[in-house]
């Protein structure tokens, strides 16, 4: 498949929110997941503002990025709170400007950070971080591109708000906030039980949760609880 041709997809999943089993934990997850596939960086993560408008990470493609976007979060220094209180990407900026992020950043195998906004007029819902493990500058084609990403996932939010409501997105986004304990709890179980990688045990849950039409919260209470049993989503 062209990249092209996947970036066209992607496009289409971003896009279609009008679904009744609409997943927030699988949209993201999405975007988080497209962003390494395309762009020439080695983690990607994402966070999104809460009712109160402070940011909470949502999701990250591996455990390393997600370290260090919750130290962001919680030392408000880095270029993901820069960016969400600009409401502009914050790309190609040297993290020594930041050194105690840039320790936490170097143990956990990255040299760079960049951090684009999910914007829509003058309207910021949260932000989509790249990592990568080297201080190459990430390049304008792939920041557009990542940019082009958030964008369609913007769109995509606002339009399932304007639609259901916005407390209904509201409780969406509490309730995936809740089940990303779950999800994390299954997903090492299952790498335990099957001898998966942690990505791909969170790929076979979510393709299983795609395939049968249930949440990624549901597919983690079958794996926590028994209910689910491995081969059943080794075979999808």
Request: glycine share 8%.
């Amino acid at each position: 498949m062209t990249r092209e041709h996947r970036l066209t997809q992607v496009f289409i999943e971003l896009a279609d929110t009008l679904v009744a089993d609409f997943d927030l934990v699988d949209f993201i997850g999405v975007l988080a997941d497209a962003a390494v596939e395309l762009l020439e960086v080695d983690a990607a993560g994402l966070m999104l503002a809460d009712e109160d408008g402070a940011l909470q990470v949502m999701t990250a493609s591996d455990d390393r990025a997600e370290l260090v976007e919750l130290f962001e979060l919680q030392q408000q220094e880095g270029p993901c709170p820069d960016c969400f209180r600009s409401a502009s990407p914050v790309v190609n900026v040297d993290l020594a400007r930041w050194p105690r992020l840039a320790e936490v950043a170097a143990a956990a195998g990255y040299a760079s950070a960049h951090s684009l906004p999910l914007r829509l007029r003058g309207e910021i819902i949260g932000v989509l971080n790249l990592f990568r493990s080297s201080t190459a500058a990430l390049s304008d084609e792939d920041s557009r591109l990542g940019q082009a990403l958030a964008d369609m996932a913007t769109i995509g939010l606002l339009h399932e708000r304007e639609v259901r409501g916005r407390k209904a997105l509201a409780e969406q986004l509490q309730r995936a906030l809740d089940s990303r304990v779950l999800i994390e709890q299954a997903k090492g179980m299952l790498a335990e039980r099957s001898g998966l990688s942690l990505p791909d045990a969170f790929a076979a849950m979510r393709a299983y949760a795609r395939g049968t039409g249930c949440g990624l919260g549901s597919v983690a209470h079958g794996v926590l609880d028994g209910s689910l049993p491995t081969s059943r989503l080794r075979a999808v």
